[in-house]
């Protein structure tokens, strides 16, 4: 019984992380809003260590920060300046990520990836939406069979902060047909034509965004 534990609380941990992730993306946990631990507990139902160690990974994952004799606050949204930086950082790894797959992706694995290019509804949260596209890019990085890329791409936690950005639902579709046009390049082993997909997915991506800036130059 000892052995079993461990996994409860793993499992609660989890869980609390989640559900604290989901109210931070659904701006139910309003940007540059402070974050009362004990409040947060009584409304999950758990105690507030749980809830302590959620904000800590969370903060590792940026979408919270901490001040001391403060607390915790929700991470404000991205500017302009920093969304510009986080793209041109993905379209460094990305498209190379991409084009190792085509190179090297057996044909077994492309049912896998092709499974993870569709995308959920994202009403009436998105969480679940941003979760899933952002196992599809981490999964493109991850068949590159580059370790260190593979990483990068994931400490990058792009999609975390984007998807905080508010544009419309009616995209997210279009997100799912160039997931598809870079697997059915990878699937070709079509490493240039890979890394253009990729390339144009994440360029689209940006100017979708950028109405919410408030200009698209």
């Known amino acids: 019984m000892a052995t079993m534990k461990p996994a409860r609380r793993l499992t609660l941990t989890e869980d609390v992380y989640g559900s604290v992730q989901a109210l931070i993306m659904d701006h139910a946990v309003a940007p540059g809003a402070r974050i009362n631990i004990d409040a947060l507990a009584r409304q999950l139902e758990v105690s507030p260590t749980p809830v302590r160690e ?59 990836l092709r499974a993870e290019a569709d995308l959920p509804d994202p009403q009436p949260g998105i969480a679940a939406f941003t979760a899933q596209d952002a196992r599809f890019h981490h999964l493109v990085a991850e068949l590159s069979g580059n370790r260190m890329l593979h990483e990068a791409v994931v400490r990058l936690r792009s999609h975390l902060h984007l998807f905080r950005l508010h544009f419309p639902p009616a995209h997210y579709g279009i997100s799912a047909e160039e997931h598809h046009r870079v697997v059915d390049a990878i699937a070709a082993s079509d490493p240039e034509r890979a890394a253009g997909a990729m390339r144009a ?17």
């Open 54 to 112: 959620a904000l800590a990974r969370l903060e590792a994952d940026g979408l919270v920060r901490k001040r001391p004799l403060a607390g915790y606050t929700a991470a404000p949204l991205l500017t302009r300046e920093e969304f510009e930086e986080l793209v041109e950082m993905r379209l460094i790894l990305e498209p190379p990520a991409a084009s190792r797959a085509a190179s090297v992706l057996p044909a077994s694995d492309v049912d896998r």
């Open 201 to 217: 997915h994440i360029t689209a991506a940006r100017e979708r965004h950028l109405p919410y800036f408030g200009r698209t130059t």
